[in-house]
């Protein structure tokens, strides 16, 4: 029997009496037999030639396609799995089977180049995961299929030919020398022509060029190793007529290194020798540095320079590594005879070429402790245990004198402000006095006077006579009250006083005076000023003040001859 024939069958059974003879009873019923599956098909594609298409620039691990093969079992006897067998495309795609459908997934695992290679065959195999030996008589349980992929192609950005650049130049070129050159291409069928530049965010397009049509990088100035040894800048490859298309690259230019730097003592070098010192003695060890850096490592030789090389006092002794010693050449030395030592010491590097420098060593002489301590030494010296240098000794004398210049040019303008200014400020009244000539006819009547364009220098100085007028015009304008407005009174009184101001050169103008002697007359609508009322109150009567009531009592005792109102 075959179930993936006939998975079910019906058996109809019936039962007789009687053992079967004439006249007995009988009865049937029916029988369902399902057949239990054995794995014994083995899987088929439904193709023997599946084409899918990806593109070029896919993603590893896209999905390409899927591939189907059936199985007549059920069950685990109809699970398989997929693989690649060998062909050309077995390194760039890879297949797996999805547990859910069983189909074969098909995946990219490496990136494609549609220039390099256009089309992929694969020879895939699909087989049975549970196989039963007592059916391989059958078959061999599996199936195979061929998958051709083709490759779509897309229009790609230049391609570098080196993912980073390194080039190596010398330091202290001339502007314009060449550093190295990169290479780009375009990947596409096309093969469109490649501009180069220097990217601007690097910061690095005012140090380097690139020529835009061969990717030559050239220095737009000298290069010093010792204030950058490296530059870092991204160079920008993009195709003519798609500025789109653009890819960079990492480019690294080192500087190289070369001997422009003499040596020279790390610090200033101060120390002291004793008086009591013996021959020989150690009395300071010296060391330098170089701002270059030969691959061979640095190398320095120490001498004393040649006016003082033979200097019965001081010998230097190489320690042969980058040190030297000092060390005394006699016995015994006197601070009063030479208190300090210069000794110039020449340090030599073994560069290509060779490179020198003269260095100053200052020794004090000392008077010492037994021990060896200094104790007595010249002005330095004795600075020297408080922290105090020659230099900021100069330093604190030179504020000193500073402070001192400033506070005598404080007190001097001091004194300068507590002296007296001219009179200017104290006689110099800004204002304006105003002359009332008549009452009446709107701004006409009144004429201004500045006060201040009248003064003078010389007018300050003098004694004044504004006293006198004053009080004259004050007894004019008391005779006037009695006597009416007399013209003639008032005109001589103002002949007067401009006499008085004309003979006398250091009065003011007369008509700087305010007057009030007179009331205008020209204005046809009368006075409205209460000037003149005063000659005339008594003729006046105001009892009509106590008509209106109680609120104008007051005022009718005072303008009035009313008794009080109780």
Known sequence: MDREVKEHRLVIIEAKDMAGLKGGLSGTTTVTITLSDVNDNGPKFQHKLYQFTVLESADIGTTVGRVLATDADTGQNAEMTFSVEGSDGSDSFSIVTDGQTQ????????????????WFSLRVQAINKHIDPRFLQLGSFKDVTNVKINVLDVDEPPLFLSPTYTFRVEENLEPGAPVGTISARDPDAASNSIRYSIDRGTGMDSTFLIDAFNGTITSSQSLDREEIAWYNLSVLAAEVGDSEKVTSVLVQIGVLDKNDHPPMFPIPYETFVCENAKYGQLIQTIS????????????????????????????????????????????????????????????????????????????????????????????????????????????????ILMILAIVLLL???????????????????????????????????????????????????????????????????RRSLGMGPDAAIFREFIRDRLREVDTDPSALPFDSLQTYAFEGSGSVASSLSSMSSLASISDQSYDHLRDWGPRFYKLAELYGNCEPVS
């Open 411 to 477: 007190l001097t303008l001091r004194q300068h402000r507590k002296e007296p200014d001219c009179a200017d400020d104290v006689d110099d009244v800004r204002e304006n006095i105003v002359r009332y000539d008549d009452e009446g006819g709107g701004e006409e009547d009144t004429r201004a006077f500045n006060m201040a364009a009248l003064r003078g220098p010389d007018a300050r100085g003098g004694p004044k006579v504004r006293v006198d007028v004053t009080a004259g015009v004050r007894s004019a304008y």
């Open 103 to 118: 189909e074969g997934v098909i995946i990219l695992k490496k990136a494609l180049d549609y220039e390099s290679k256009r």
């Open 288 to 399: 330098a540095v170089d701002k270059d850096d030969p691959l061979e490592g640095q190398h320095f030789h120490f001498t004393l320079a040649a006016d003082v090389g033979s200097s019965p006092n001081f010998t230097v002794s190489n320690n042969q590594d980058n040190s030297a010693s000092i060390l005394t050449r006699t016995v015994g030395f006197n601070r009063r005879e030479q208190a300090v030592h210069l000794l110039p010491i020449v340090i030599e590097d073994r560069g290509d070429p060779s490179l020198s420098s003269t260095n100053t060593l200052t020794v004090l002489v000392c008077k010492c402790s037994n021990n060896g301590v200094g104790q007595l030494c010249n002005t330095d010296a004795f600075l020297l245990p408080a922290g105090l240098s020659t230099g900021a000794l100069i330093a604190v004398v030179v504020c």
